[in-house]
């Protein structure tokens, strides 16, 4: 791993070991639906159908996924669409694998490192949404430039997202939900949807609830839900 890299992960990449049923589905199904790092060369050329043996109606990112609950569910529902998630830590990774052996679904492409390696190598316009769901909120100020939502990196979420794709923001630390929407709507590629109070304190209809949105609203911890769309 480059020291660059190093540098942008900011954190381990293992925690606790892994049970048997997850170290079997990293073995059997990261092969197969991983993204090969020749692939990643930051150089704008990856086009995204070239890694799946078949066509999408669509293609969406998700960055960071955490325990890929929500993207798991995701490609169940749209078999129809493709689906690329990046997550730096193995236990995350591993839980994704076990669910999508479990479901037999194979429309989506893992990368187990840093989604802005991927973000760079892709080619222009070529996604249809990007989800940032519950990033880091790095709470110290010190911290900030840390976080994942920056005008350099929206601007490269614009570069790879059709006109009037979707960016897809959430989280439940309030001062980076102020930080997330100051950010995007400075930014001159992006609108905030928003149109009243309640449609960011309110779920998007068809949302899928992860299990770490049901601890923290049961911890008092409120949920806004960030939608944003590149401009035509």
């Known amino acids: 791993m480059s020291k660059k890299l190093n540098k942008r992960l900011y954190g381990r990449k293992l925690g606790r070991p892994l049970n048997p049923a997850r170290q079997k589905a990293l073995d059997d199904m990261y092969p197969k639906l991983k993204i090969d790092a020749s692939a990643v060369t930051e150089n704008q050329d990856l086009d995204p159908a070239s890694l799946f043996d078949k066509k999408y ?10 325990n890929g609950e929500r993207l798991a569910q995701m490609m ?11 997550e730096p830590f193995i236990n995350g990774v591993s839980n994704l694998l076990k669910l999508v052996q479990e479901n037999g679904r194979e429309n989506l492409r893992v990368f187990m490192d840093d989604a802005i390696l991927v973000i760079d190598s892709l080619t222009d316009q070529c996604l249809d949404g990007i989800y940032v769901l519950n990033p880091d909120p790095w709470p110290k100020k010190r911290h900030h430039k840390r976080r994942i939502i920056s005008q350099e990196n929206l601007t490269r979420f ?6 009037g794709g979707s960016l897809i923001m959430a989280t439940d630390v309030d001062d980076l939900a ?7 709507s400075r930014h001159p590629d992006f609108e905030w949807t928003a149109k009243t109070p309640s449609d960011w ?7 899928i609830h992860t299990r ?10 409120k949920q806004s839900y960030l939608l944003f769309r590149k401009k035509t």
Do not use: D
């Open 57 to 66: 109606e669509q293609t969406w990112f998700e960055v960071g996924f955490g």
């Open 76 to 86: 169940e529902r749209h078999p129809e669409n493709a689906y690329i998630g990046c």
């Open 158 to 163: 614009s570069r790879v997202l059709k006109n």
């Open 178 to 184: 102020e930080w997330m929407v100051t950010q995007a």
């Open 201 to 207: 304190q309110t779920a998007p209809e068809g949302w």
């Open 212 to 221: 770490y949105e049901q601890k923290g609203e049961e911890a008092g911890r």
